[in-house]
């Protein structure tokens, strides 16, 4: 049993928004490290999104012999 489990819904959607929000902030840094161009690869990776890894492959200009290429249909 946890502390939240007799908790009020909306306190525990909005802990639940500040802990998500956090840790997406924190992820987000982690990659940011390695510079924008492979944040934005890990964001399209975990989403996963074929939309989404085109429009990456479009706007980062890459071609199919390159590392981050998406290999979508």
Aim: charged share 25%; aromatic share 16%.
């Amino acid at each position: 049993m946890s502390m939240f489990d007799d908790m009020n819904q909306m306190v525990q959607e909005g802990i639940v928004d500040t802990v998500a929000h956090q840790l997406f902030e924190d992820w987000i840094n982690s990659h940011l490290d390695e510079g924008t161009m492979w944040a934005d690869y890990q964001i399209c990776l975990v989403y996963g999104d074929p939309e989404l890894q085109k429009d990456f492959n479009e706007f980062y200009k890459l071609n199919p012999e390159d590392e981050l290429y998406f290999e979508v249909a």
